[in-house]
């Protein structure tokens, strides 16, 4: 069947077949797409969920590709993405609403510009409003669930749904989503007005802060493993004398021992390879087990 045949007259967005997902990843590993579609809006999204389901065309979401391992034989059947081009910011009263594509980095300047405080905590998790709340994303002691109120999702076959917070069942890097397997389309977040330039300079010292401990000019899907109860993950990598270990293309991060980078042109099959054995080695020396928190996606 001739997949793109399918979309070629729909009003879906732009429509790429044999795309490589690679670029599409802050990992920059992963193979071919069958079809890849980048909607603009609710109304396109929806009519994208509505073809796969009626032809029974299997549908994978991807935002801004973080905190994502993607197979090096690709994904089969339709990919949609929801980054830039999925990314509008509105604003009523101290209620933020963006659509899923939009950076958190983007949503909290735009607040910031408003003299609205509450996403500073979380400005410089590397990716989108959409994948942040499915997973309750945080950082330094924030999380989506403390300012987030509503949350506008689909699911696989076009069904609107519109939850409260309560209705999310957030949990630590957890969610509805998840749960019922959703797509977020927009979100919306209750924020606190206050003072620009204080709020800007909180902004400015988490920003310095990552930017200062985190490989953020590397390949990397963010923080590579859940934080085990009672440790970090980083700390026991360290303490495990795996600080700036390689092995071929892969290495876990002199600046950030919880970031595994890809240091040029390393496979999903290297990785998966290399986080299993840092894995493994920190098992075996401390007795805790690491937890891989990047999610693998496409043929395997």
Not at 136 to 156: L, Q, R, S
């Amino acid at each position: 069947m001739d997949l793109k045949s399918i979309y070629d007259k729909e009003n879906v967005g732009e429509v790429l077949a044999d795309e490589i997902t690679k670029d599409y990843t802050t990992f920059g590993i992963g193979g071919k797409a069958d079809i890849l579609i980048k909607p603009n809006n609710e109304e396109q999204l929806k009519n994208i969920l509505k073809i796969n389901h009626r032809e029974n065309i299997k549908t994978t979401v991807i935002g801004r590709g973080s905190n994502l391992l993607i197979s090096d034989k690709g994904i089969r059947g339709c990919v949609i993405v929801l980054s830039s081009n999925y990314d509008e910011i509105k604003l009523e009263g101290d209620i933020l609403t963006a659509y899923a594509g939009t950076s958190l980095n983007e949503a909290a300047l735009f607040a910031i510009d408003k003299g609205l405080a509450g996403m500073e905590e979380i400005s410089g998790i590397p990716g989108s409003i959409g994948g942040a709340v499915a997973m309750n994303a945080g950082a330094y002691g924030g999380e989506i669930k403390d300012i987030c109120v509503n949350v506008k999702a689909f699911d696989f076959s076009g069904k609107e749904y519109n939850f409260t917070n309560d209705q999310m069942n957030f949990s630590y890097r957890h969610s509805k989503i998840f749960e019922e397997n959703l797509i977020v389309s927009q979100a919306s977040f209750k924020l606190r007005a206050g003072n620009k330039e204080e709020i800007r300079e909180r902004y400015e010292d988490f920003t310095h802060r990552r930017v200062s401990k985190q490989p953020l000019d590397r390949k990397s899907a963010g923080s590579t493993f859940k934080r085990p109860q009672g440790s970090y993950a980083s700390k026991l990598i360290d303490e495990c004398g795996l600080r700036g270990y390689k092995k071929g293309d892969c290495q876990v991060s002199e600046k950030h021992c919880g970031f595994i980078i890809n240091v040029d042109k390393a496979t999903c099959k290297d990785m998966l390879s290399f986080i299993k054995e840092v894995s493994g080695i920190v098992n075996e020396k401390t007795g805790f087990i690491l937890e891989r928190e990047v999610k693998l996606i496409g043929e395997f």
